[in-house]
């Protein structure tokens, strides 16, 4: 896929971002974190709403092949683009808001969100493959259930009301980490599989684009929220 979507194109989406939020978490300041944080944000939603409200509709007045065409250019990118960009606007708001003093009693709070986000993404990934019941599928998922589990009963015992706001920030975050980990990422993943095959299927393709866009389009509204609430979480 890599190669599809150009290597140079890969290592520039996927490295810098990460470099420029490894930095931010260990030599960076208080504002050289808030730029990554908030550029990633940026970056992740502007690309969404421009799938779900420009893109989208422009395509789905194509034919079948001609969507297929679009989404066999679009999909190698995207697949590597927006994952990086959701990672470092995640990763870099959660260490941002507990070294500004807004996330009180964070650790028990940081474990259910991660339970709530890893639960659901390997159950929705397995099952967009037909995979539920496939050795390898149980093996993961019971691997992110048991240190999961050991994280909350770990760290429950702690557990205190955080900030109104942040709890609502963890669940809008919940909410698009599920729908693009779990929902949007696999069906690239599908898309690409179907591209490569010896027949490909363009009306597969086209389906599992358009519902792409749209689901790109529901994350730009989820993060137009996100975008209000942290307002209220900075000032």
Do not use: C
Not at 13 to 29: D, K
Not at 159 to 187: K, N, Q, Y
Not at 201 to 210: L, Q, R, Y
């Amino acid at each position: 896929m890599a190669n599809r979507a150009n290597p140079a194109f890969v290592a520039g989406v996927v490295a810098v971002p990460l470099v420029a939020l490894a930095y931010g978490l260990t030599a960076g300041s208080v504002q050289q974190l808030t730029y990554v944080h908030v550029m990633a944000g940026v970056l992740w939603s502007g690309i969404d709403l421009f799938m779900g409200l420009v893109l989208g509709p422009v395509v789905g007045g194509l034919a079948v092949t001609q969507r297929a065409a679009v989404f066999r250019r679009l999909t190698p990118k995207t697949t590597f683009l927006l994952p990086s960009l959701a990672l470092v606007t995640v990763f870099g708001g959660v260490t941002l808001a507990r070294r500004l003093g807004k996330f009180p009693h964070a650790d028990p709070w940081i474990a259910l969100l991660s339970t709530a986000i890893a639960v659901p993404v390997v159950l929705l990934f397995a099952a967009q493959f037909d995979a539920l019941t496939d050795r390898r599928t149980l093996a993961v998922f019971g691997v992110v259930a048991v240190g999961h589990a050991a994280w909350l009963f770990r760290t429950l015992p702690e557990f205190a009301m955080t900030s109104h706001v942040i709890a609502a920030a963890l669940g809008i975050v919940a909410a698009l980490s599920v729908l693009g980990f779990g929902v949007l990422l696999p069906g690239e993943l599908r898309m690409y599989r179907e591209m490569t095959a010896e027949d490909p299927d363009e009306e597969v393709i086209s389906t599992i684009g358009m519902r792409n866009a749209k689901l790109a389009g529901v994350q730009g509204v989820l993060q137009l929220a996100i975008i209000f609430v942290m307002v209220y979480v900075r000032f």
